[in-house]
C-alpha cells in the first residue's frame, strides 16, 4: 500500500479535523435518531414538536393505523402500517432525520477525503463509512483514527526529518 507523499501532511491534517467535527456532529444526531425512533416506533408513539397547540416544546401522540404490529417496521411496505401525526407546530422528530441524512453525506466526504489522502485500502474506507449508521460507532471510530493519523504523521515527520539531517552530515 502507497503512503502519503509528506507534501500532503498539511492536507491530512485539515481532513483529520474535518473528519472530526464531522464524525461527532454525526455521532450526536445519530443518537438524537435514534432516541426519536424509539419514541416514534414504540408504544410510546410520540414526535417531538416545537410551536403549535403544544407550546415551545411538546410531545404529539403518534396514531397508529390498524395493520401496525411491532415488526411492521422490518417488513419492506410496512405490512399496511399507517402512523399518521396528531401535532401541529415545526415537527422537530423530522428535522432530526433530516438532518442526520444531510449531516452523514457530509460525514461521508470527510471520511472520502482522509481516506484518499491517507491510502487506506477500500475496507477501510467502509469500516468509517458505517461510523454514521452504527450508534456511538462514530466516536469510537474517531478516537481511534485520530489517535493513528497523528502518530503516524508524527513518526513519518521524525523520520524525515533524521533523513534530512543524515543527509546534511554526508554533503559536508
Same mark, same amino acid.
Request: aromatic content about 14%; glycine content about 10%; overall charge neutral.
Given at each position: 500500500?502507497?503512503e502519503p507523499k509528506a507534501a500532503? $501532511? ?12 464531522? *464524525?461527532?456532529?454525526? !455521532? &450526536?444526531? /445519530?443518537? #438524537? ?37 411491532? $415488526? ?12 399518521? *401525526?396528531?401535532?401541529? !407546530? &415545526?415537527? /422537530?422528530? #423530522? ?61 513519518r515527520e521524525a523520520a524525515l ?8 552530515e554526508a554533503a559536508r
Amino acid at each position: 500500500m502507497p503512503e502519503p507523499k509528506a507534501a500532503s $501532511f498539511p492536507k491530512i491534517r485539515g481532513a483529520l479535523k474535518f473528519y472530526q467535527i464531522a *464524525s461527532i456532529i454525526t !455521532g &450526536v444526531m /445519530l443518537l #438524537l435518531l435514534l432516541i426519536e425512533m424509539i419514541l416514534k416506533y414504540s408504544p410510546i408513539h410520540v414526535e417531538l414538536f416545537a410551536g403549535g397547540s403544544g407550546g415551545l416544546l411538546w410531545f404529539a401522540p403518534v396514531i397508529v393505523g390498524d395493520g401496525c404490529q411491532w $415488526f411492521s417496521l422490518f417488513v419492506p411496505g410496512g405490512m399496511g402500517c399507517d402512523l399518521v *401525526s396528531a401535532g401541529d !407546530g &415545526v415537527n /422537530l422528530s #423530522l428535522f432530526i432525520l433530516v438532518a442526520h441524512g444531510w449531516f452523514y453525506v457530509v460525514y461521508l466526504f470527510s471520511v472520502f477525503r482522509l481516506w484518499s489522502l491517507m491510502r487506506w485500502p477500500f475496507s477501510r474506507f467502509i469500516t468509517l463509512a458505517l461510523g454514521g449508521v452504527i450508534p456511538a460507532l462514530s466516536f469510537i471510530m474517531e478516537a481511534k483514527v485520530s489517535r493513528e493519523v497523528k502518530a503516524y504523521l508524527a513518526s513519518r515527520e521524525a523520520a524525515l526529518a533524521a533523513e534530512a539531517s543524515e543527509n546534511q552530515e554526508a554533503a559536508r
